[in-house]
């Protein structure tokens, strides 16, 4: 958990401190699961735009699962990376859709360990609920690399904030 919460500082941090575009930063901000085993969690990602002339965002993302194996045990997952994202309007009024791919590490801690390299692909949509709040959905797939991995899809629901920049 302290991971968790060192990765998601410092996804705070520079999505502050970065963006040149006249799009808008977004923090999304929900609860999840992964679907093989229904292990819930939750997500936290930053959107930061990288560009003027096309909608492509850089998003940071931090996840967090839990697994409990019985007796007390457990496995706490954490997939924490970055996509780049194309995002193109769902309507004039009401949000984008988008999608992308990335990668970053497949963290996970307590009966077993292991730190392994992911690549990563999703997308989702978000619907304004004003200039600044709405909601998402999305999915992601993901999978490590390392001998015996598995494909994950994992699906996120929550809140995102648009940071207005002047």
Same mark, same amino acid.
């Given at each position: ?6 990765v998601?500082?410092g ?13 808008q930063?977004?923090?999304k ?7 093989d085993n229904?292990?819930w969690g939750?997500?936290? %990602?930053?959107?930061i ?7 492509? *965002?850089? %998003? ?7 697994? %409990? ?16 994202l ?26 077993? %360990? ?18 600044t709040?709405?909601? *998402?959905?999305?999915?992601?797939w ?22 207005q920049?002047?």
């Open positions: 958990m302290k991971t968790f919460m060192r998601l500082m996804v705070v941090v520079v999505a502050l401190l970065t963006g040149q575009s006249e799009a930063i977004e923090i901000v929900g609860g999840g699961l992964i679907l229904s292990r939750g997500h936290v %990602s930053v959107d735009p990288v560009g003027d002339t096309n909608p492509t *965002f850089l %998003s940071p993302f931090a996840e967090f699962y839990r697994t %409990s194996l019985g007796g007390g045990a457990h496995i706490n997952e954490m997939p924490i990376g970055a996509n780049l194309y995002k193109a309007a769902f309507s004039e009024q009401y949000g984008v859709v988008y999608f992308g791919i990335g990668g970053g590490m497949f963290l996970a801690r307590g009966a077993a %360990s292991a730190t392994e390299p992911m690549v990563t692909a999703g997308g989702g949509l978000t619907v304004d609920m004003s200039e709040l709405g909601i *998402f959905a999305q999915g992601r993901f999978r490590a690399f390392t001998t015996g991995s598995k494909n994950d899809v994992s699906l996120h629901v929550g809140i995102s904030f648009k940071i920049e002047d």
